[in-house]
T-cell receptor, first 114, second 112 residues
Framework: DAKTTQPNSMESNEEEPVHLPCNHS???????IHWYRQLPSQGPEYVIH???SNVNNRMASLAIAEDRKSSTLILHRATLRDAAVYYC???????????????FGTGTRLTIIP | DTGVSQDPRHKITKRGQNVTFRCDPI?????LYWYRQTLGQGPEFLTY????????KSRLLSDRFSAERPKGSFSTLEIQRTEQGDSAMYLC??????????FGQGTRLTVV
């Protein structure tokens, strides 16, 4: 599996936007970029995914670099409830065998400052 | 839809004992996964079922570990002859449509 690199930790002020970076320089053409987050004492939770174009949903936005070697998860207005570990994961498309599992790294621990 | 349910939430066992965990996936989800998470690390994949068929197993799943999903609904994960290194959070997840995977809250195992 292609690897991702994320900062170990980040801090942000409450009600400010947060930009969580992820580098994936060895990404292949069929790899989707997924983001999950894990709140304290909870299982991981799906946030967003994308292939090439930027994506928005009710939780966040995903900005993907033109060369796809990096991406940024954007939380538009962080709240205390967004404090979690955020994981950037590459996952091959459904048509590829062996893409069922998610390969987590150590993620970025996001702390929100009131 | 009550989410993925795992039981028990916490388990303390003595080294050498057998333990069994249960996972109830979201209704009608045909894909079911088990992961293990140790402190400070991300979850690691253990095994995957599509309906009742176990289609993939990680090398992490030693011969002391066995998972079943007998009728394609709930699943059990059994660890025989537990060791202190088995202490971890065991997470179950389910999925119906790619790519969203829904995780339970996990079972925390402590082997003393």
């Amino acid at each position: 599996d292609a690897k991702t690199t994320q900062p170990n930790s980040m801090e942000s002020n409450e009600e400010e936007p947060v930009h969580l970076p992820c580098n994936h320089s060895t990404i292949s053409g069929t790899d989707y970029i997924h983001w999950y987050r894990q709140l304290p004492s909870q299982g991981p939770e799906y946030v967003i995914h994308g292939l090439t174009s930027n994506v928005n949903n009710r939780m966040a936005s995903l900005a993907i670099a033109e060369d796809r070697k990096s991406s940024t998860l954007i939380l538009h207005r962080a709240t205390l409830r967004d404090a979690a570990v955020y994981y950037c994961i590459l996952r091959a498309s459904l048509s590829n065998f062996g893409n069922e599992k998610l390969t987590f790294g150590t993620g970025t621990r996001l702390t929100i400052i009131p | 839809d009550t989410g993925v349910s795992q039981d028990p939430r916490h388990k303390i066992t003595k080294r050498g004992q057998n333990v069994t965990f249960r996972c109830d996936p979201i209704s009608e989800h045909n894909r079911l996964y088990w992961y293990r998470q140790t402190l400070g690390q991300g979850p690691e994949f253990l095994t995957y079922f599509q309906n009742e068929a176990q289609l993939e197993k990680s090398r992490l799943l030693s011969d002391r570990f066995s998972a079943e999903r007998p009728k394609g609904s709930f699943s059990t994960l059994e660890i025989q002859r537990t060791e202190q290194g088995d202490s971890a959070m065991y997470l179950c997840a389910s999925s119906l449509k790619w790519p969203q995977t829904f995780f339970g809250q996990g079972t925390r195992l402590t082997v003393v």
